[in-house]
């Protein structure tokens, strides 16, 4: 079977589960079926079809898991939103077909994504530019500065600001990572490069914790700071850039928790929000409450119990950053153990596709891409049950919110092209023969997977 | 660079690993206790949009319903404390007692028959609510039971000897539905402790009451006829224990039944001794004294001490009612019932009937025999003997003119205070319909303090 039809295969779950999944929730509401209860699970169907006949089009040997994985998370992701309000999932209707086109443009825009390395300054500089804006002109919600208003729509800058930072990480580091492993001095037997090449680092260092200060938002300041340390690791082989990096934000992020109340307040509600169950501590307490209330198989699609007598959610956000306590209730642990593992799956499929690229570029455009949408599922994943401290950042392809998805359907354009490379083909016009397989077509490109070494690694990833 | 990428899919592998052992903590380990969390207002809010069943007397009055505000629906008590001691409460923050906790599953529509009708109602289009009580309870013997008994503490139980069917019970103090998530603190630590239901669950020496007892097994086994005749000298020594009688009378020769009339302690002691430690516990086991009500609602069992533990000094003081003899006011109205019934003890019963919102009957109460402890010949030997007390012994203050009623005084000694007045009673004596049980804590003498509120519930039962 080749790679195109079992993503085929792979997007049915999906439908199904939208078709069904929606039926149910319409039937519970409507307490009579009816056969426009399927109207929601056909479009999606006609969506991600288009979406796959592009993808088959534009990038045809790429990875043919990935967009599966977002079918089934978006279409869970809009289903839970249209059981927390009906209007808001409308709204997500049309995220999704303006991420689809997005997603089409960046397929076919970027398809010699190599490109990229030569405006890595221009892009570096919107990245920051992106942040800065938010830094000015957002405004407060859930005591995050996450948002600036464009005429009536909200946008959340820095879900692109971490694509534009991708790129140009992983471009910087393919020109300088040669300079970051010469070693000059040894310091207690460890190799240590010279200190000016950690100068730019220290420079984002700054930003991260600028990010902190300004946006007054711990989790875009340690997504932004963890992917980069993952980069610099993946592209130096040194450890000793993590323990560095890792003490440096420590240390700053020590230093803002003594100077910000509002980052002791995130710790402490953290730590023990059975202190203020009211208060400070509500919406995890509440979200505490709608994973045990799903338990092991959930209440059932429809069952959960969201809304308060007001009509408005219990828990306060539950349709961006505490979708997934949603999730929990009516799914239960089944059905949350499967969100889970679909996003490590996202990061194992993410990551294959850099261990099976050529060009070091190409390996941390990948490795940076995923590990920015991983670090930031765990993230907010983490926050939702308590395993770390809450922050407001959504859930990828399944949170609301138009700039998430955008951003995420362009950072899997961009992994399905570098995808594409990596397995041999050239990201062909819509022209090329669409029978040619996979294997066939990996055999003849250029440099042609490379050492088998690299490969056997790859498939054990 | 391979091995690096490879390093930070375990990193990755180990983060989510960490997240699915948190979810299961979260949502199976640590569930149970998070779900019954004091915070936890989840499943009642749930409960709070189904509306719960009413609850209504025989006669038609709403005991309990519902007010509606928003979509909940809350609990409302229109009759305020009239029958709180065994209705309940079904309180947000304090959960449920009586009856709205022994029929929790009827009144929020969750019993397995319900369950099939809600979802016939969910295909149907009907909203779903919970299913009807409607009890035994008339409401206006109810009323007069509350008057009677006053600001008093103490408890009536009043009910129809034929069936077992409860149709007044009260107890004082008692505490208002209405206020209770307010009260709640001053209830719980009020030490005339008006949370507890006194009729079912107070225990009491129940004194020259469980005279009624003896004389029945006395006579059943034929120890004694109503004629046989007695000395009484003021005293009477049983096994080294001293019986006297009440203020130290002294009533010289009478018969059996004068000895009932004018409760003379040294003949039932007497008599007690002659049937035995053996056949006086059968006879109140059989009376139902020792076991809890059979009712949802439960009760305390009282107790009538182990024979084997009984020497003669306590078997003649057990046969006044003193000692280690404990009752509850609902046990006295059953073996008065017994005797007023033939000498078949009915199980008792507040639930006449189970009905969903569209009325239909979904469960009706079964008048059901207990036991039959003494023939009817016994019964009628006992309740003549009881038409005597009113007429002209201890508990002339519980006569009604025009009707015959037949009753018991009981003033049992406690320690440190004043006796508890008793008194039990039915009418009329020649068919009964009402049997009463009265008990006023430290209320004195049984027919000073007991019998007028009897005579009172008497009245309202037999004028309905």
């Not at chain 1, 049309?94 to 997603?103: D, T």
């Not at chain 2, 004068?258 to 049937?275: I, M, P, W, Y």
């Not at chain 2, 003494?374 to 038409?387: H, L, P, Q």
Request: charged share 15%; hydrophobic share 50%; proline share 4%.
């Amino acid at each position: 079977m080749t790679s195109r039809s079992k993503e085929l295969l792979f997007l049915l779950p999906a439908m199904l589960l939208t078709t069904i999944g929606f039926a149910i929730v319409f039937v519970r509401q409507a307490e009579a079926f009816e056969l426009s209860s399927l109207a929601p699970g056909a479009a999606f169907l006609g969506l991600f079809g288009l979406l796959h006949v592009a993808r088959r089009l534009v990038v045809p040997a790429a990875d043919p898991y990935l967009l599966p994985i977002t079918a089934l998370l978006s279409s869970l992701g809009i289903l839970m939103i249209y059981r927390a309000d009906p209007r808001l999932a409308a709204q997500q209707a049309v995220w999704l077909v303006v991420g689809s086109v997005a997603f089409v443009i960046v397929l076919v825009g970027l398809r010699r994504f190599e490109r990229l390395r030569e405006y890595k300054y221009l892009i570096g500089l919107g990245g920051i530019a992106l942040l800065v804006l938010t830094m000015v002109a957002g405004r407060e919600v859930y005591g995050a500065r996450l948002w600036i208003r464009v005429g009536p729509v909200g946008f959340q800058p820095p879900e692109f600001a971490k694509l534009f930072l991708v790129v140009f990480f992983a471009a910087y580091l393919d020109q300088v990572r040669e300079m970051l492993t010469v070693s000059t001095r040894r310091f207690l037997g460890v190799a240590l490069p010279p200190l000016r090449h950690l100068g730019p680092l220290i420079t984002v260092w700054g930003l991260s914790l600028a990010l902190m200060i300004f946006l007054k938002d711990l989790g875009t300041s340690l997504l932004f700071f963890g992917t980069l340390l993952a980069l610099i690791y993946v592209a130096t082989a040194r450890f000793f850039y993590v323990v560095v990096g890792t003490g440096l934000f420590a240390a700053g992020a020590s230093v803002l928790y003594q100077i910000f109340p509002h980052v002791q307040l995130r710790v402490g509600i953290w730590l023990d929000p059975w202190q203020d169950p009211l208060g400070g501590g509500y919406q995890i307490v509440q979200s505490l409450f709608a994973f045990a209330a799903g338990g092991l198989f959930g209440r059932g699609l429809g069952e959960g119990y969201l809304h308060l007598a007001s009509g408005s959610t219990i828990i306060p956000a539950l349709e961006t950053d505490f979708i997934f306590s949603a999730i929990g209730e009516e799914l239960g642990l089944v059905g949350a153990v499967a969100i889970v593992l679909l996003y490590l799956v996202f990061v194992q499929r993410g990551l294959r596709v850099a261990l099976r690229s050529h060009d070091d570029f190409a390996r941390l455009l990948a490795t940076g891409l995923t590990a920015v949408f991983g670090l930031q599922a765990f993230l907010i994943l983490g926050g939702v049950t308590k395993l770390i401290p809450l922050t407001g950042i959504t859930l990828p392809f399944v949170s609301y919110g138009g700039s998430s998805i955008v951003s995420n359907f362009c950072l899997l354009a961009l992994l399905l092209v570098v995808s594409e490379r990596a397995a041999g083909g050239d990201g062909r016009g819509s022209g090329g023969p669409a029978g040619a397989g996979a294997g066939t077509r990996v055999g003849s490109g250029a440099g042609a997977r490379a050492g088998l070494t690299v490969d056997g690694r790859a498939e054990s990833v | 660079m391979e091995r690096q990428i490879q390093k930070l899919f375990w990193f990755f592998a180990v983060l989510f690993l960490a997240l699915i052992a948190q979810l299961s903590y979260v949502q199976v380990w640590a569930a149970p206790e998070l779900r019954t969390h004091a915070n936890n207002t989840r499943a009642v809010e749930r409960e709070m949009r189904v509306e719960r069943g009413s609850v209504v007397s025989s006669d038609g009055v709403l005991l309990a319903g519902n007010r509606k505000e928003g979509v909940y629906f809350l609990r409302d008590y229109p009759e305020g404390a009239l029958v709180s001691p065994w209705l309940g409460y079904s309180s947000l923050r304090y959960g449920r007692s009586g009856l709205e906790r022994a029929y929790n599953l009827e009144l929020a529509g969750e019993t397995d028959a319900l369950v099939v009708r809600s979802y016939i109602d969910l295909l149907t289009g009907r909203p779903h609510r919970g299913a009807d009580l409607v009890l035994t309870i008339d409401s206006r013997v109810q009323r007069a039971a509350v008057d009677a008994l006053g600001g008093a503490a103490g408890a009536v139980v009043a009910l129809d000897p034929r069936t077992g069917a409860v149709l007044a019970m009260t107890s004082s103090p008692r505490f208002d539905p209405r206020t209770l998530d307010d009260d709640w603190a001053s209830l719980i630590e009020d030490e005339s402790r008006p949370l507890v239901d006194r009729a079912v669950q107070g225990l009491y020496p129940p004194g020259s009451v469980f005279k009624l007892v003896v004389a029945a097994a006395g006579l059943e086994e034929g120890v004694v006829t109503p004629g046989t005749m007695f000395e009484d000298e003021g005293s009477w020594l049983a096994g080294g224990y001293r019986v006297s009688n009440n203020d130290g009378k002294v009533f010289g020769q009478h018969d059996f039944a004068e000895a009932l009339t004018r409760s003379v302690n040294t003949t039932f002691a007497k008599v007690g001794v002659d049937l035995g430690a053996d056949t006086l516990a059968r006879y109140a086991a059989d009376f139902g004294i020792g076991s809890a009500p059979s009712w949802r609602l439960g009760g305390a069992s009282g107790s009538f001490p182990a024979p084997a533990g009984l020497d003669t000094a306590h078997v003649a003081q057990a046969s006044f009612g003193q000692g280690e003899v404990l009752v509850t006011p609902l046990q006295m109205a059953l073996v008065t019932a017994g005797i007023a019934n033939g000498g078949t003890v009915m199980a008792p019963y507040l639930v006449a009937e189970v009905r969903d919102y569209s009325q239909t009957v979904l469960e009706k109460a079964d008048p059901t025999r207990v036991n039959s402890p003494i023939s009817e010949a016994t019964a009628g030997e006992v309740r003549d003997m009881m038409v005597q007390v009113v007429e002209r012994g201890t508990g002339t203050a519980a006569a009604i003119s025009g009707v015959e009623v037949a009753g018991k005084t009981g003033t049992a000694q406690v320690e440190g205070g004043a006796s508890h007045a008793w008194f039990v009673g039915f009418a009329p004596a020649d068919d009964p319909v009402i049997v009463v049980a009265v008990l006023v804590e430290h209320g004195g003498s049984g027919g000073g303090t007991a019998a007028p509120i009897a005579r009172a519930v008497l009245r309202a039962a037999l004028e309905r």
